[in-house]
């Protein structure tokens, strides 16, 4: 694995990255959402390895090659999509989850605000926000 290169696109002004993006989605077993307005990608080489999607303050299709998960890039790519949000003026953002995965988003510093069992969970990375 060489070193990560992590930058932004614009799906709408970037058609073959937006076909790279839907085309690693897929192989996660993950749906391509319209209206994400920025992906933060990481490739290793030309290879797309992982993306986060940011609309507005929602991140949204978070998708990791299975060889890769486990990895810092999990941690880093979080932490991009993060620092985007906060460079946009979004300081509270959301994400929505499978269950299996909140654990990782914990992880990040989010936390849960309702779950509905085995189907998805919303998270918040504060613990005083919505809920407060």
Do not use: W
Not at 22 to 31: E, H, I, S, Y
């Amino acid at each position: 694995m060489e070193e990560l290169d992590f930058y932004t696109v614009d799906p709408e002004e970037e058609p073959d990255e937006r076909l790279d993006i839907k085309r690693l989605l897929t192989a996660c077993d993950l749906l391509y959402e319209q209206g994400i307005e920025t992906f933060v990608v990481a490739r290793d080489g030309a290879r797309l390895v992982a993306c986060a999607g940011l609309q507005q303050n929602v991140i949204k299709d978070v998708a990791i090659l299975p060889e890769y998960r486990g990895t810092a890039l999990s941690l880093t790519l979080v932490s991009e999509v993060t620092y985007l949000a906060h460079s946009r003026g979004h300081a509270t953002l959301y994400v929505y989850t499978e269950p299996k995965n909140a654990e990782f988003f914990r992880g990040c510093g989010f936390y849960d605000l309702v779950e509905m069992p085995n189907t998805v969970v919303l998270m918040e990375n504060t613990p005083i926000g919505i809920k407060s």
